[in-house]
């Protein structure tokens, strides 16, 4: 039902904009966005519009802690969870511009130490099979989720976990495979995925309120806190810590930064 709330609230809203006139816009918008946010139970939440180069809106809403009273504003840093992938994609579209790499290469040629199980399966997994969720490894999460390996150590443990479907026979969204590619542009450049990301994306952009790892964030104050159901309430909880596999999620950043992202891509 909330869904189909939410759909006929956003109609309205179009329709609303489109009636009034052009100096009452962003306040319509602002208060269709703030009555979201407390329909979901959203502590804060931070939106950007960019539209032809410009960013025409860079807001936050909310707090950054339930009850804090902190307000979240357009430099409150969230981490961005999976819209990291984005980012490692990215770098590896730029190796292959650099003749670094291509595409279709086995990704063993350039990381022997990357083994899975079956040994055709590692023979054959290509570059862009990385990014693909495709190469047969089911859910590997438990490797990172809940131990404390390090980066090596969770590419050394593929070759123990049996696949879950042939290689491109299947779907299973993967964190694992992000992370080797991750390695892999180590590999290739010399430098960790995280001076890749700060030198070759996050500097050449002006993202400078943007931390390729939660570790590297903490020199940021005004950030977000993350936020569950405990009893049914919304609840402050510890930040959950994916440094160990970086390159699938780790990225903190502001909304301000990631207009200039959005206007980039």
Not at 13 to 20: E, G, N, V, Y
Request: some cysteine; glycine content about 6%.
């Amino acid at each position: 039902m909330k869904y189909l709330l939410t759909f006929f609230s956003l109609l309205l809203l179009i329709t609303t904009l489109s009636a009034q006139p052009l100096e009452r816009k962003e306040d319509v918008l602002n208060r269709y966005i703030e009555e979201a946010r407390q329909y979901w139970e959203v502590p804060g939440m931070s939106v950007a519009i960019v539209k032809d180069g410009e960013v025409l809106l860079a807001k936050g809403y909310g707090e950054r802690e339930l009850g804090s009273s902190q307000a979240v504003n357009k430099n409150t840093i969230f981490n961005i969870g999976s819209t990291t992938k984005a980012f490692t994609a990215v770098l590896i579209g730029m190796l292959v511009d650099e003749g670094k790499l291509d595409w279709d290469d086995k990704v063993v040629d350039h990381m022997p130490e990357f083994q899975l199980e079956d040994p055709y399966v590692t023979r054959e997994v290509r570059v862009k099979d990385l990014l693909s969720h495709n190469t047969g490894l089911g859910n590997a999460d438990y490797l990172w989720a809940s131990t404390q390996m390090t980066q090596r150590e969770i590419l050394e443990r593929l070759r123990h976990l049996p696949l879950s479907y042939p290689l491109r026979g299947g779907y299973t969204y993967q964190n694992i495979m992000y992370h080797a590619a991750g390695l892999l542009i180590e590999k290739k450049t010399g430098i960790s995925w995280e001076e890749n990301m700060q030198s070759k994306i996050f500097d050449r952009l002006g993202m400078t309120n943007t931390y390729p790892d939660k570790e590297l964030s903490q020199v940021q104050r005004n950030r977000s806190t993350a936020h569950h159901y405990v009893d049914g309430a919304i609840t402050p909880i510890e930040d959950f810590n994916c440094d160990s596999i970086a390159a699938a999620g780790a990225t903190w950043s502001s909304i301000s930064d990631m207009a200039k992202w959005s206007m980039f891509l």
